[in-house]
């Protein structure tokens, strides 16, 4: 054992090392003094654990017993630690900025200035809802082909495009040996955003044709891509985010082999795309997760060469978007753009701020490309090789998710496969369940969304963007928001708005001083305005003698009484019979009932608030009882 000289510093020298179970008990007399009965050791660290997805958790304490698998080195099989040796410490990740217009002309624009600008890649929608398939030379003109890779969404018409862009390789002179690109055949994600499986075997051997041309004349082109997102778009948990890319990518090998495309060959053609979330956390181990599963089918395949490792674009969640204060959005994609570096992600895409509002302004393509940027250059972030490892939550996370994901794919395989799934709505059934689930969480609060459901700003002006070309294709599986439900309520107050040149109202009867009932008054202003509601606290306090006046003035329809217990006791009843008397069409009161709840109900107050309570319910309701359609 080294013996270090002591420099002064020294932490936690002359104290005993502490056991698990020391600081167990210290957790138990903790929950103790907050009235909790907890039992000892195991169940008292569970009381502190927050329930995620798929079933895992995160515990509030990780030692080194937590890790139960090797990682292995970056560059070396699982690759749980990165694809490659040097990760992206000598250049950073792929800044790959996304361009979905349909006029070639300002496409071409847009894309040369973010080349310009430190953009490295560039992903292109083609065909429906994107460029046109004739059009793609002159969206490609000034491009350095060589340089700049060019990865294809054309949905589709993938084979088409895939051909249009060979022809601009060949009208360049590029060497087939520098030209870089992505051709994004993904024929089972075509399914999934479709819901038709016509022509899937023609789209496949289309797919394998396009890989076995890459393979033998085009060594810096891909052919295949395995998106997960419209897995993670419908609603889907990170588990079977990545057992739908897991069952897709066996799907794609089988493909690929059965037309000949040896497995080392067909492995090197796939590409996959994975969402990042704010959940930095569980972005980082879904990415590692992810290389792990895909170098353990690798490994059956029979490839144990470099070509096992798996080659990740990470797009930052269109889910976690919000089209009110879409600035907070900003500081989303930071967080997500961060996780996607640090989990290893060979690509990343930033969405632009306002990619929920329609198509970007070259104000947000600057920000999503300079967030990159910022992290890459500024922060240093991809100077370390998986700057995540060695973290005992990380490691123990990616390793749960590893196996729940498992599992999935699994269930899927004995479906008879991905395509066999989405046929039968297996896979559609269990994220509908997932997302169902999640929305019962955005409702209650219990996910807060920043400027939508937790601190909204009712008369921030609305920013206004051109529309987006919608696809001709529909049907497939859904795509779902966070703030969805909200939207609508928000939706409800601004044709209220429109007509009448207010908002609906509520009048909060704040009783006894600041003290008592400040907490419960920011509380409840905070979720009225969630609804699209405005609060009106003026007087800042009121009693039975003088709430009539001041709501009858407020020209609401609807009050809250918000204040402490003690008070309510004293005072509720008869402020709620003198609302009731003054007009008021609803009553509610900011906190939980206790033993004068018949009182209070005979009073007239008709409902509730308190954290936990279903809140998109609730505003629902008060907005139906204010007469606002």
């Known amino acids: 054992m080294t013996v270090l000289p002591d420099d002064g510093l020294s932490l936690a020298a002359d104290f005993p090392d502490a056991s698990r179970e020391q600081w167990q008990r210290l957790v138990e007399g903790v929950l103790r003094k907050t009235g909790a009965t907890p039992d000892s050791g195991d169940a008292a660290e569970d009381a502190l654990a927050t329930p995620l997805q798929d079933g895992l958790a995160t515990r509030p304490l990780y030692t080194a017993e937590d890790v139960r698998v090797d990682a292995g080195l970056p560059g070396a099989a699982p690759f749980v630690r990165g694809g490659r040796p040097e990760g992206n410490a000598l250049s950073g990740w792929e800044v790959r900025q996304r361009h979905t217009g349909t006029d070639p002309r300002q496409v071409n624009e847009a894309m040369l200035a973010d080349l310009e600008s430190g953009v490295s890649a560039l992903w292109l929608t083609v065909g429906d809802g994107g460029v046109p398939v004739s059009a793609l030379p002159a969206a490609l003109d000034g491009v350095y082909l060589d340089l700049a890779p060019v990865v294809l969404d054309a949905g589709a018409d993938f084979a088409p495009a895939a051909r249009a862009l060979f022809d601009v390789f060949a009208a360049r002179e590029v060497p087939r040996s520098a030209a870089l690109a992505s051709l994004g055949a993904d024929p089972l994600g075509l399914v999934a955003r479709t819901g038709s499986a016509d022509g899937l075997d023609t789209r496949l051997g289309e797919a394998a044709e396009l890989a076995a041309v890459c393979h033998r004349d085009y060594p810096g082109v891909r052919a295949v891509t395995v998106d997960a997102l419209p897995y993670h778009e419908a609603g889907g948990s990170p588990a079977q985010e990545l057992g739908c890319s897991l069952a897709t990518g066996v799907a794609y090998l089988r493909a690929l082999t059965a037309a000949g495309v040896d497995a080392e060959a067909a492995c090197a053609q796939l590409e996959f795309r994975y969402a990042a979330t704010a959940d930095q956390f569980l972005t980082i181990a879904k990415l590692r997760a992810a290389r792990r599963l895909w170098a353990r089918v690798a490994q059956v395949c029979g490839v144990e060469s470099a070509a096992a490792a798996q080659r990740q674009h990470a797009v930052t969640s269109s889910v976690m978007m919000t089209r009110r204060d879409?600035?907070?959005?900003?500081?989303?994609?930071?967080?997500?753009?961060?996780?996607?570096?640090?989990?290893?992600?060979?690509?990343?895409?930033?969405?632009?701020?306002?990619?929920?509002?329609?198509?970007?302004?070259a104000f947000s393509r600057r920000i999503a490309r300079n967030t990159s940027a910022i992290l890459v250059e500024e922060s240093h972030l991809a100077r370390v090789i998986d700057p995540a490892g060695g973290s005992w939550y990380v490691e123990r996370l990616t390793d749960e998710l590893a196996h729940a994901a498992w599992?999935?794919?699994?269930?899927?395989?004995?479906?008879?496969?991905?395509?066999?799934?989405?046929?039968?709505?297996?896979?559609?059934?269990?994220?509908?369940?997932?997302?169902?689930?999640?929305?019962?969480?955005?409702?209650?609060?219990?996910?807060?969304?920043?400027?939508?459901?937790?601190?909204?700003?009712?008369d921030q002006a609305p920013v206004e963007r051109a529309p987006r070309?919608?696809?001709?294709?529909?049907?497939?599986?859904?795509?779902?928001?966070?703030?969805?439900?909200?939207?609508?309520?928000?939706?409800?107050?601004?044709?209220?708005?429109?007509?009448?040149?207010?908002?609906?109202k509520v009048f909060l009867a704040a009783l006894g001083p600041a003290a008592a009932h400040t907490a419960r008054a920011g509380f409840a202003a905070n979720l009225f305005r969630a609804g699209g509601i405005e609060p009106v606290h003026d007087p800042e306090t009121v009693d039975a003698e003088t709430v009539a006046d001041a709501f009858t003035r407020s020209g609401a329809t609807v009050a809250c009484l918000c204040s402490g217990d003690a008070l309510y006791a004293e005072q509720a009843e008869a402020v709620a019979a003198a609302l009731v008397g003054a007009g008021a069409r609803r009553v509610l009161l900011a906190g939980k009932p206790r033993e004068h709840r018949e009182a209070w109900q005979r009073a007239g107050v008709d409902e509730y608030i308190h954290v936990g309570r279903d809140a998109v319910a609730v505003l629902a309701s008060v907005l139906d009882r204010m007469g606002v359609a």
């Not at 500081?331 to 632009?352: E, F, I, K, N, Q």
């Not at 497939?476 to 309520?489: C, F, I, K, S, T």
Request: with cysteine.
């Open 326 to 361: 879409p600035w907070v959005n900003m500081l989303r994609t930071t967080v997500a753009c961060l996780g996607a570096g640090v989990g290893g992600a060979d690509a990343v895409t930033v969405l632009p701020f306002d990619d929920a509002l329609g198509l970007p302004d």
């Open 407 to 458: 599992e999935w794919f699994q269930e899927i395989e004995r479906a008879g496969g991905q395509a066999a799934a989405l046929d039968s709505g297996l896979v559609r059934d269990r994220i509908a369940a997932t997302w169902e689930a999640r929305r019962e969480d955005l409702a209650r609060r219990r996910e807060p969304v920043t400027g939508v459901s937790e601190f909204p700003i009712l």
């Open 469 to 504: 070309p919608a696809p001709t294709t529909t049907g497939g599986l859904p795509r779902v928001r966070r703030d969805e439900a909200y939207e609508e309520l928000r939706a409800r107050s601004d044709a209220h708005l429109a007509e009448t040149g207010a908002r609906p």
